[in-house]
């Protein structure tokens, strides 16, 4: 299997969401990602969807590297996705917090 590129099923162990994300939207028409694509379900994001940005990591940075292996708060890359497709919930649900 080539790992280049594709999505991977792994099994995760978490309960509910992840912690700290922050649900964003709904997107405008002319929001830049309007028309991108979801990595986790190949659909495009839409006008009104609602999105997160999951985390990936301190990404090549020699700085933000040295940080996240202290336990520190770094500046990192992750990926735009739908609130849903990270969640489980539904993409329409408004949270207050």
Known sequence: MSMDGDIVLVPV???GRI???????????N???????????QQQFAALDYTTILPL???????SRTLARN??????????????CATGESG????IQ
């Open 13 to 15: 162990q978490l309960i």
């Open 57 to 63: 990591g301190p990404g090549g940075d020699p700085e």
């Open 71 to 84: 336990g520190k708060n770094y500046d990192g890359v992750g990926m735009e996705v739908h609130w849903s």
């Open 19 to 29: 912690p700290g994300l922050s649900k964003m939207g709904p997107k405008e028409e």
């Open 31 to 41: 929001h830049p990602t309007v028309g991108g694509t979801c990595l986790l379900c």
């Open 92 to 95: 329409s649900e408004i949270i």
